[in-house]
């Protein structure tokens, strides 16, 4: 399996392993996409391009607060959340998701996958 498909199937485990969780995107940290699985079509490209100025954001406005290195960036919205989040110095992760969905439970999640999607970045 290549690296691409390797994403690929982890994302979708992340959306089959939750019904609220909506979409995933992989994007390297300058705002290009790898990778993406959705319940519905989600333009790919726009989204790691964002989520690089949104990881970019919040970690200057982490050290501008002196508050350290920012860990995750999450957008609340009036339909649901999207979380961002470092898998490693080079690479970002997407996740949207439900409103129905707990908060901590979206947190858990996008981690939890950010480690694995780690490990194969690194392997």
């Known amino acids: 399996m290549g690296e691409h ?6 994302l979708k485990q992340l959306l089959e392993s939750q019904t609220e969780v909506t979409g995933a995107v992989i994007a390297t940290e300058d705002g290009h996409a790898l990778a993406g699985y959705s319940r519905r079509d989600l ?3 726009r989204i790691a391009a964002m989520s690089s100025s949104l990881v970019g954001l919040g970690g200057t406005m982490a050290h ?5 290195d920012n860990e995750f960036v999450i957008v609340q919205n009036n339909d649901g959340y999207v979380a ?6 080079r690479h970002l992760l997407t996740v949207a998701a439900k409103a129905g969905i707990n908060l901590g439970m979206l947190l858990t999640l996008s981690r939890n996958t950010a480690k694995d999607l780690a490990a194969m970045v690194d392997g």
Do not use: C, K
């Open 43 to 45: 333009p790919g490209e």
């Open 64 to 68: 501008t607060v002196g508050q350290g």
């Open 84 to 89: 961002t989040l470092r898998i490693d110095n």
């Open 5 to 10: 498909e390797g994403y690929q199937a982890r």
